[in-house]
């Protein structure tokens, strides 16, 4: 089945306490990208990645880093959360960057930064 | 800024036809129109997407306007799973970033 999965889907941690949110995707998609999503802001783009070696910044990038290893994995590391990275994301990946490409998006990480 | 108009929310009674209206008035021609659903607090779920011509799949209709200002996401036949946020999103053709606004909650009551 064709999809996109992130973990954990809920985490808690404390100020300061590097982590990372994993999400994979099974379709060979080049174009990968992280979101947020805040009560009254709707989806932001934190980063995305183009292709393998191959990341940028979106609307919201400051606080968070991703690599890209492989095209599959397109991992978010927060290295020291802070409250205000408290929010709802998502992964999504798409077989291009390119308007007439669809994306899939995964099932979501609840980040609770206290 | 999101470049589409939709209403905050509307009503639609099961096994009828929803039609979910939305504008965006200032699209240019290499612009696609897209919709999504988010059911809850889950990843969206890509519904349809066209440019200039009306498209159709299993989930729903997409009906352009000639002008490309406004379209209109039609579910043929809602259930109560419908229940959801619709949004319709611009998306270059050049460029990958979905660009979310606040959508249309769609209640599908019995």
């Known amino acids: 089945e064709a999809q996109v999965t992130q973990n954990p889907r809920y985490l808690i941690t404390v100020t300061g306490k590097k982590l990372t949110v994993t999400c994979s995707q099974n379709?060979?998609?080049?174009?990968m990208s992280w979101y947020r999503q805040d009560p009254g802001l709707g989806l932001r783009q934190i980063y995305y990645?183009?292709?393998?070696?191959?990341?940028d910044k979106g609307d919201v990038p400051e606080g968070y880093k991703v690599s890209r290893k492989e095209k599959r994995n397109f991992p978010l590391i927060l290295e020291s959360p802070s409250p205000n990275q408290t929010s709802l994301y998502f992964c999504?990946?798409?077989?291009?960057?390119?308007?007439?490409?669809?994306?899939?998006f995964g099932q979501g990480t609840r980040l609770t930064v206290v | 800024d999101a470049k589409t108009t939709q209403p905050t929310s509307m009503d639609c009674a099961e096994g009828r036809a929803a039609n979910l209206p939305c504008n965006h008035s200032t699209i240019s021609g290499n612009e696609y129109v897209y919709w999504y659903r988010q059911i809850h607090s889950q990843g969206p779920q890509y519904i349809i997407h066209g440019l200039k011509n009306n498209e159709t799949n299993e989930m729903a209709s997409l009906i352009i306007t000639e002008d490309r200002k406004s379209s209109t996401l039609i579910l043929p036949h809602a259930t109560l799973r419908d229940t959801a946020v619709y949004y319709c999103?611009?998306?270059?053709?050049?460029?990958?970033?979905?660009?979310f606004g606040a959508g249309t909650q769609v209640v599908v009551t019995p």
């Open positions: 999504a990946s798409s077989f291009t960057p390119y308007g007439g490409s669809e994306a899939f």
């Open positions: 990645s183009m292709n393998v070696e191959v990341t």
């Open positions: 379709m060979n998609h080049e174009y």
């Open positions: 999103i611009v998306r270059e053709a050049s460029w990958g970033k979905f660009q």
